[in-house]
């Protein structure tokens, strides 16, 4: 849905996902200082919550959070001034300005005009972080995704995210927004290639809210994939990968729910409402890469195009999945990645094979008791299978899983 409604009005939670990351990078770029730009976009957005429902919601909600954030890192300076009996520097070297409408990258070859957001991202990664914290802020920062909700992708207490984010921030304080060259440039669309598929995952699975999937937020991070793809030097194994990942993931949105907005599993979706013209994009991209060194995202977009490339469900090659699995499991020891093996190797050689991948599994959240509950009911064990599911419930944050599980678990009796 976005931002603005039926009747006019403006959703500020749709406004805050569409505009957070623009806006935010362009006060970046104008002022030089992401503290000061994120506290007054954050402030023009509660005054936005505050005073238009009264007032009336002006002709541009966008330029008005802009304008309303500017005055707010302005009155700041001026007030820093005062403090420091000093002129504070208002502006962006005159190169950053050159920079916001092109970029060379290391072959010497022009990009049009650079996405606001991703010159946010190369921020974010910039090498004084480490991985997960550059994707962590940019979540937050570029995506607008929740404190909380970033903490639920990284596994990690609310707490600690916070804390996270906030030194993330400091280290950034004195960095330069701009764009880097050469090395530089790969060395960051590396961590960017993580961010903007953690920016999707948010939008596909969110863990968290009444809604099964937020294809709004997928399609930002789909969009942020094809820019990072586009200014990257040709040749990425795991930038190709990566696009063909999220573009034949996101090709199944339509169909991953019922009339009553209930959530329908991949095996009993219409395939006819996949967009079969995302998932042949995404095979052209896998083609050349069959013969390419195993990387993550290469075996994770090669296992979804197996369930691509399947006429119906029963068709699907679930040992060939499995086989996937055990590799990328081998390449990241993820935990999660050992509960999709699972999944796979259920289908391939029975539940109790799945079940017992699963012995001495530690993974938080529901989806590992659901995915117990649903072999066990598989198995005949309908008691242990009810504690599973229970286990699953208390811990599901997402409405529509959430009555999924009930469901499932009613149908035992």
Known sequence: MSAAGAAGAVDPAALHREEWGRLLALLVARFGRLDLAEDALAEAFEAAVRTWPADGTPTNPAAWLMT???????DRLRAEAVRARAVPVLAVEASLAQDAERVLVSDGREVGAVDERLRLVLLCAHPALAREAAAALSLRL?????????????????????????????????ERFEVPTGAALTERLDVVADVAYLAFTAGYAPSSGPDLHRPDLAAEAVRLVRVV??????????????????????????ARLDPDGRLVLLPDQDRSRWHHG???????????LT???????????????????ALRAEDTDWPRIADLYDELETLTGSPVVRLARAVAL?????????????????????????????????LGHDGEARASYDEALAECRNAVEADHLARRRAALG
């Open 278 to 288: 995302e998932v042949v994009e995404a095979l052209d991209l896998l083609t050349p």
């Open 346 to 378: 259920a289908e391939a050689d029975g539940p109790a094979a799945g079940l017992a991948l699963l012995d001495g599994l530690g993974l938080p959240g529901h989806r590992l008791p659901a995915v117990r509950a649903e072999l066990l009911a598989r």
């Open 142 to 174: 570029v995506v607008g995704v929740p404190t909380d909700e970033v903490a639920r992708l990284f596994l990690v207490p609310v707490p600690t995210m916070a804390a996270r984010l906030t030194r993330a921030r400091k280290r950034l304080a004195a």
């Open 291 to 309: 013969t390419a060194p195993a990387t993550p995202y290469l075996l994770q977009a090669l296992v979804a195009a197996c369930h691509a490339t």
């Open 68 to 74: 309303t954030a500017r005055r707010r890192v302005l």
């Open 229 to 254: 793809h586009e200014v990257a030097p040709p040749g990425s194994v795991e930038l190709d990968a990566l696009l063909a990942l999220v573009l034949i993931q996101h090709s199944r949105r339509d």
